[in-house]
């Protein structure tokens, strides 16, 4: 069975950590979770790895204003798949069967109209040419991204001189990186359907929380791959907020032995 592996920053998970990766070990596939020294929080069915093996950095990369990880989180993802075949997931996916891939390939068809390809998902092999070109951009090159168009360009060096990873966008090295090398190439192909691996899109999240389970039937969300829970919308929802009985999230608790109050967000 293929395996899939994440990134923890921070020294404990909350109930949603706790159960999308107890989802994974009760289909029998253990995940990894790589961190840095800092997690005190390691359950039995994770297999905790150091991040180092992967990417050895000498700091963390932070939003100098939001202080959010997903920088380094990006980047530790590019060197995942570089350097494994391990399947990335996002600490806030639920696995409804084992993850796989099609010779190596695991991510969702792009979204054309936002210019976008979600990540929270995501294997390429090794050899892809996608990879070696997202990483050259990545870890070797001026950190201009070539999508962006000309004047845009030209204005954000005329303000910052250079580029660096604190002065790009936050999303830089996510869903528009990935859109720009796979979208129009042959790789594109290898996409799965969106819905097999964002079973509940973020537009239904008021259901997560609702009494009535029946709601979510029309997205069939039991036989496809995964559910994403998109972790800072969760806790917008969830923080100081009774989990209803019988709802999706209260559900899920049960069936795989997650107490959320000892788990808080």
């Not at 990879?131 to 201009?144: I, N, R, T, Y």
């Not at 910052?160 to 594109?188: A, K, M, N, Q």
């Amino acid at each position: 069975m293929e395996r899939v592996a994440t990134l923890w920053i921070g020294k404990r998970f909350s109930f949603l950590e706790h159960l999308c990766l107890k989802s994974f070990a009760d289909v029998d596939q253990k995940p990894i979770v790589y961190h840095y020294g800092d997690l005190e929080d390691i359950p039995d069915y994770i297999e905790a790895r150091d991040a180092r093996e992967i990417f050895e950095t000498s700091e963390i990369y932070r939003d100098p204003v939001a202080r959010s990880v997903a920088v380094h989180a990006d980047l530790f993802r590019l060197k995942l798949m570089q350097d494994t075949d391990y399947i990335w997931v996002d600490a806030d996916a639920y696995a409804n069967r084992p993850f796989e891939t099609n010779q190596g390939y695991l991510f969702p068809k792009a979204n054309l109209k936002r210019r976008r390809m979600m990540n929270g998902v995501v294997a390429l092999p090794s050899d892809s040419p996608a990879l070696k070109k997202m990483c050259d951009f990545a870890f070797d090159s001026d950190l201009v991204p070539p999508w962006w168009a000309e004047d845009r360009r030209k204005s954000y060096i005329d303000i910052f001189g250079r580029s660096t990873v604190w002065s790009l966008p936050l999303s830089t090295f996510g869903p528009p990186l990935f859109f720009h090398y796979i979208y129009d190439t042959p790789e594109h192909d290898m996409c799965s359907a969106r819905a097999e691996l964002y079973a509940i899109p973020l537009r239904y999240r008021k259901y997560w929380n609702d009494p009535d389970m029946s709601a979510l039937e029309f997205l069939d969300w039991q036989n496809k791959m995964s559910v994403h829970f998109f972790g800072s919308w969760f806790r917008k929802i969830f923080m100081d907020r009774e989990i209803a009985k019988g709802s999706l999230v209260d559900t899920l608790l049960l069936k795989h032995g997650i107490d959320p109050s000892d788990h808080p967000l």
